[in-house]
């Protein structure tokens, strides 16, 4: 693994790099352990040089009441529409069935499932018609060779 030298964590650090290497620089920090202790020294040097911030205190108060408010607006989310909730949902399937079922679609059902199966139990299934022919596949094929083996 190819490492930074200490020269270019030193412009990396002031800023003085362009956004492509800055981004490989980035991802290089999070795959080695030498530079990321090289990058460390750099800034421990360069923290003489480092701007002194002004009111820190200020500024961390700041931060914090934009992170109040913050919550608060997160709290003040909107509600959502009755007809997103579960329990819209099954009162709706409830109503449903129970129309359906008060207006007979489902006995009506039932009788043309009765009549379909009526009109099938005169008709053999698609298994025992596929069994039969092949008995009687087999039963020809022995046939033949019976009589072949007569012949001889």
């Given at each position: ?8 964590w030193v ?5 003085q790099l ?7 620089y980035?991802?290089?920090l ?7 202790s ?12 480092l701007?002194?911030?002004?009111h ?6 700041a ?9 608060v ?8 529409k ?14 449903m069935?129970l129309?359906?079922?008060s207006?007979g ?6 009788n043309?499932?009765?009549?379909f199966?009526?009109n ?10 596929f069994?039969?022919?092949?008995v009687?596949?087999?039963?020809k094929e022995?046939?033949k060779k019976?009589?072949?083996?007569e012949?001889?």
């Amino acid at each position: 693994m190819m490492h930074i030298s200490y020269e270019d964590w030193v412009l990396y650090v002031k800023n003085q790099l362009d956004e492509e290497t800055r981004e490989q620089y980035d991802t290089h920090l999070f795959e080695c352990g030498q530079c990321l202790s090289t990058y460390m020294e750099v800034i421990e040097a360069q923290e003489q040089q480092l701007p002194v911030m002004q009111h820190d205190e200020a500024f961390t108060d700041a931060v914090m009441i934009k992170i109040n408010q913050q919550q608060v607006t997160e709290k003040k989310m909107p509600v959502s529409k009755f007809y997103h909730k579960p329990a819209f949902h099954y009162v709706l399937a409830a109503a449903m069935t129970l129309f359906l079922m008060s207006t007979g679609v489902f006995s009506h059902l039932m009788n043309i499932v009765s009549d379909f199966e009526a009109n099938k139990k005169n008709e053999p299934s698609v298994v025992e018609g596929f069994m039969k022919n092949k008995v009687s596949f087999i039963d020809k094929e022995v046939q033949k060779k019976s009589e072949q083996e007569e012949k001889k």
